[in-house]
């Protein structure tokens, strides 16, 4: 049980629980309720935007408070540390740090598409670096951060107690500008997080104007104004049109953004790449390190070397190893190893007009934005309406003094109580007996009384529109609707911050293999001998009588290939090894042994060799006859230790390896027998064991084959001829069974046609 002790001593708590009184609660409870208050407290005054100012408490507490020390727009900067001192003491009892860097945050133009804050001084940059002490930089509001406070003095927002309860501060701001959308949000949460990309805010007002005509709009014509993200740092977005109307129906998703770059020409044939735009939130010195490192690492053979050049507009230049290298193969291979290419995700988790946490989709978050421009106005225009009828009271007192001026001032001077009098005798209401009394005697002239009469009719004159305005929806929306076309010239796609900077592009159909893409392709035949020489010699090689091996040691295996060709080896312990073309050493000489090229043990042997293709189906098989289907993609090997496939144990070993090349398999053993069965009664597998091929009294398997009925078996006669069974249906039976001896004249070593075999 967890004991929980009031600190305090004497009197009764708020629940009429004694204040020094120990209260016995269960762990899991007491842990449960404090870590769901601790984690309600995240979502709402933490990481979540409210989706109505698009701000975090943080953000909108250091607006507010740089309201507050009137750093408008048009007026001068102050210190920062001014700024945080005053966030910090009166509404954010947090850290000057963290309250800090959500200033410079809002600052940077890269970081918001918008910026709210005017900073002057060291802000930090794109590479990473860190902005310069609050003591050194300045700061004031921009346009649209002033925007975002609008009417705060016009009861547009409630106001609530600040955590000290000496102040208040406003719930929410009347946001005269698109914030949410168009500066987008990042937070993590205790068990929700949220990720808004920013947007243009000219294309969100073209989208927020069409759902005041159809608010019903379907996301599809939104997106016709709302054309995707429009980051800060620009850059190239390549994902489908489909996807991204999913994730805005659904409120989540993401997008792929790709660097915007440019070929160079330096003369003699060669060029360079220039990067001039990287994707959203990444940092260049961070780029740059790992393009450094994927060229010491040779994962981008391609590429032999990246400088950066940038000074203020970003110049990032990659050198390729060749000028025969085709620069957008280039280009893709890094955008799939560096964070030239990254994805944006988009979840739009974000806390209502009751603040409740929820994912909008893009029509519901415009929505909001509307229907708070749409309460901002009412309750602004209610405040004015007050405000006029409040003056309208007073000047009603003013005319009532002017036609009876004699009396007035009579009351005036002989009365003890003026006021009173006043009341009682022209039926004031104490508020105008206040006015009348506090008038200077030079107002008392005709000309002010002309003045009077004409505030009193404007007044008049708009408490009539106000009213009506207040009671009628179509007015409002028609007036949310100017002041929406007020926010989209101010940020017109015309203007320099306004202009679309991401822009959209389709990938280009381009299939990118790292491991082949920047290999010179031409032919070449591999070579293995009996002990296990390979080599590559250049071109084909069809004069096997010209082939050199060291003494004792003969032709293996050979094999037509290209240098951009991965080659199988099938070894003896059921292991499959892969080899690229391009690594094998040289036709001069013998070459080398394949024991220094993958990890094949001492007392097995390659019993195959082949390059690969991921379209085939493969037989293999052990010599006490087991053997199963396995599919070519699936033997590929990333290592030099190879993929284990067919198990063997003890003194039995794998033997042979062929292609699936028909319907009929035919396995012959060392007896002589051979066994005829449909391939289909064959398994697949990817590794194993497998299931028996044909039983033997004495020896093991010797040689297997498919073949296709209508083209017939064939074997090698013992002069080593190719001959057709003529009656191979006679060998025909089921699988596992013993079969019937080979016709007269079959090999004496029991293998059937060699090229049925892969090698």
Avoid at 60 to 84: D, G
Avoid at 381 to 405: C, H, P, T, W
Avoid at 527 to 535: P, Y
Wanted: hydrophobic share 40%; charged share 30%.
């Amino acid at each position: 049980m967890a004991k929980t002790t009031k600190t305090k001593s004497g009197g009764e708590g708020g629940n009429g629980v004694p204040q020094n009184a120990i209260i016995e609660e269960h762990i899991d409870t007491a842990l449960s309720t404090r870590y769901l208050a601790y984690a309600l407290s995240t979502i709402t005054q933490r990481a979540l935007p409210d989706v109505r100012d698009g701000l975090k408490p943080v953000h909108r507490r250091i607006l507010y408070a740089m309201r507050q020390l009137k750093l408008n727009p048009e007026n001068a900067y102050k210190k920062c540390a001014r700024i945080v001192g005053d966030v910090m003491g009166q509404y954010h009892p947090h850290g000057d740090a963290s309250i800090y860097d959500a200033l410079v945050k809002l600052s940077q133009s890269f970081s918001a598409r918008y910026p709210l804050v005017d900073g002057q001084g060291n802000f930090g940059n794109i590479d990473g670096d860190s902005p310069a002490a609050m003591r050194y930089t300045e700061a004031k509001m921009t346009a649209a951060g002033a925007a975002l406070l609008e009417g705060l003095d016009e009861n547009a927002v409630d106001f609530i107690p600040t955590y000290n309860e000496e102040d208040s501060e406003p719930k929410v701001l009347p946001a005269g500008f698109p914030n949410l959308l168009a500066n987008g949000s990042q937070g993590i949460a205790v068990g929700m997080a949220t990720s808004i990309p920013p947007h243009n805010a000219a294309e969100l007002c073209n989208a927020a104007l069409h759902l005041i005509k159809a608010p019903n709009a379907r996301i599809e014509t939104l997106m016709d104004h709302v054309l995707g993200p429009d980051l800060p740092t620009g850059g190239i977005i390549i994902e489908p049109k489909a996807n991204m109307l999913e994730a805005y129906a659904t409120g989540k998703g993401g997008f792929k953004v790709r660097s915007r770059w440019n070929v160079e020409d330096t003369g003699r044939g060669m060029y360079q790449i220039i990067v001039t735009e990287i994707p959203y939130q990444v940092q260049k010195s961070r780029l740059i390190e790992k393009l450094a490192e994927v060229i010491e690492t040779k994962k981008a053979p391609g590429l032999a070397d990246v400088r950066d050049e940038s000074a203020e507009d970003i110049r990032i230049v990659l050198e390729p190893r060749s000028k025969n290298i085709d620069p957008a193969l280039l280009m893709e291979s890094l955008f799939k190893i560096t964070e030239l290419e990254s994805r944006v995700s988009l979840n739009m988790n974000v806390l209502d007009a009751n603040r409740t946490p929820r994912v909008m989709n893009l029509r519901e978050a415009l929505q909001s934005f509307l229907d708070h421009r749409r309460v901002v106005l009412l309750r602004r225009s209610q405040q004015r309406i007050d405000k006029i009828a409040d003056r309208m009271e007073v000047l009603d007192g003013y005319m009532i003094a002017f036609l009876n001026l004699d009396e007035v001032i009579r009351i005036i001077r002989y009365e003890d109580h003026p006021k009173s009098e006043l009341i009682k005798a022209f039926g004031l209401t104490e508020r105008q007996a206040d006015a009348i009394l506090n008038m200077r005697l030079r107002s008392l002239n005709k000309l002010q009384e002309v003045e009077i009469k004409t505030e009193y009719d404007a007044l008049a004159a708009e408490k009539a529109d106000l009213e009506k305005l207040v009671s009628t929806d179509s007015l409002q929306w028609a007036k949310i609707a100017e002041q929406i076309r007020a926010i989209r010239e101010t940020y017109s796609l015309k203007t320099d911050i306004g202009a679309r900077r991401t822009t959209f592009d389709v990938a280009p159909d381009i299939d990118v293999d790292l491991a082949t893409a920047f290999i010179t392709k031409e032919p070449v035949t591999i070579v293995l001998s009996e002990k296990g020489w390979i080599r590559a010699m250049k071109g084909k090689v069809d004069d096997l009588k010209s082939l050199k091996f060291k003494d004792g040691d003969s032709l293996a295996f050979i094999a037509h290939a290209e240098t951009t060709d991965k080659i199988i080896i099938f070894a003896s312990n059921g292991k499959f090894y892969t080899v690229g073309a391009d690594k094998l050493p040289g036709g001069r000489g013998n070459g080398e042994p394949i024991r220094l090229m993958v990890d094949l043990e001492n007392d097995h042997m390659p019993v195959g060799l082949f390059v690969h293709n991921p379209e085939r189906e493969l037989l293999v098989a052990s010599s006490d006859g087991y053997g199963f289907r396995v599919k070519e993609s699936e033997i590929i090997a990333s290592t030099r230790g190879g993929r284990k496939t067919l198990n063997v144990k003890g003194d039995v070993e794998a033997v042979r390896c062929v292609e699936v090349t028909g319907e009929h398999i035919a396995v012959i053993g060392e007896n002589r027998k051979i066994l005829v069965f449909n391939v289909e009664d064959l398994p697949e597998m990817t590794r194993g064991k497998g299931v028996r091929l044909q039983k033997y009294k004495d020896g093991g398997l010797a040689d297997m084959t498919t073949f296709k009925a209508q083209d017939g078996l064939v074997f090698v006669d013992s002069a080593g001829r190719r001959n057709d069974v003529a009656d191979w249906l006679l060998h025909e039976g089921k699988r596992a069974g013993a079969g019937r001896m080979a016709p007269r004249g079959f090999s004496r070593q029991g293998l059937f046609a060699p090229d049925k075999r892969l090698s």
